[in-house]
Each structure stands twice: as C-alpha cells, then as structure tokens.
C-alpha cells in the first residue's frame, strides 16, 4: 500500500511503502533495499523483488493525481475565487495583476492565460516549489 500526499511548502511526500505479500522484510520503513531506488525509475526493468518500476511509476503517479485534488493544492498556494464552474487567481509564475490562472476541478487542470503555464496537480506543485518529480 502507498500512502501519498501533497504537503504546502513541502511537495510531495511518500509515508509508506507496503506491498501485499512481500514478506516482512523492512529495511528503514521502506519493505527492501531495492524498493529504496524505485525512484530512480529504471525505464522498466525489475527490481530484485520482482516489482516492475514503470508501471509502478505509472501508478504512482495516477494514485497522487487522484489522492489530491487540484483546487485544494492550489488554493493552499494562493487565494482563489469561483468564478461559474473554474476557480481564478493570480498567477504565481509571473507578475500577475489581473487573475489570469484558472483551475479546473473537472478536469483536474490549471492554467494561466497570461504566461502560458499549465498542467495537473504534480506540474503546480513542481513549477511553484521549483523542485523535480522525485523531490
């Protein structure tokens, strides 16, 4: 079982790894040394448990998209305001006067019409702490 969230000031943070049926073999709370480096991501290849890492990856990935929702990450960043079924604010990645960021919690998406950036919940939290995926 992953335990993931996205913590304000912090990024993204990983509280445990467990895996159904791999044993009781944990090393520094993480279930072994090789699941220690899943995330370097090695383009694919198994680990020593057997554990394919892009998949895992993948569902990494999908599993932080859906454990946090895009409004309540970004309006812990900055103040927004709804505005029909968005949410408007100013944009944190360039001198905005005028709200030109929009979030969209259907489709789980921001972006700001004035700078051009956009993305998911992962990319704000990236762009805005200025730190990379595995951070």
Known sequence: MVDIGLVPG???????????GSGNHLRG?????????????CHG????????????????????????????????????????PIFKGL?????????SLDVDPRRQRFRCWSCGKFGDVIKFVQEFERIGFLE
């Open 10 to 20: 912090k990024g993204i943070g990983v509280v445990r790894i467990l895996r159904p």
């Open 29 to 41: 709370g993480w279930p072994c040394a090789a699941a220690a480096d899943a995330f370097s991501f």
């Open 45 to 84: 290849t198994v680990h020593a448990c057997g554990w394919p890492l892009k998949e895992d990856r993948v569902a990494l990935t999908q599993r932080i998209k859906e454990a946090n929702d895009i409004v309540a990450v970004v309006g812990s960043y900055i103040p927004l305001r709804p505005v029909g």
């Open 91 to 99: 944009c944190p990645f360039h001198d905005d006067h005028r709200p």
